[in-house]
């Protein structure tokens, strides 16, 4: 399954939210330098979704705000 992100770096609550337009933007408090954030929001999904981290990838823009995450 494909979805569409948005992440919100440097936040102060951290938690996922799912649209009307079936964007999912998840806040995470981890900076965006060196992956950190992208690895948090891993983290963050796979709690959402109850799957392991090891099914979840970023298939686009790993160094933006907009991505396709890709849950297997």
């Known amino acids: 399954m494909k979805i569409s992100v948005r992440v919100k770096p440097n936040s102060r609550v951290e938690g996922v939210v799912t649209s009307d ?3 999912v933007t998840v806040r ?3 900076p965006p330098a060196e992956g950190k954030a992208n690895e948090r929001l891993i ?3 796979a ?3 109850n799957v392991p981290k ?3 990838s970023i ?3 790993a160094s933006g705000r907009k991505k396709i ?3 297997a």
């Open 21 to 23: 337009d079936g964007v």
């Open 59 to 61: 298939k686009r823009g």
């Open 28 to 30: 995470v408090a981890a």
């Open 47 to 49: 709690a959402h979704f």
């Open 43 to 45: 983290s963050l999904l």
């Open 54 to 56: 090891s099914r979840i």
């Open 69 to 71: 995450v890709e849950i």
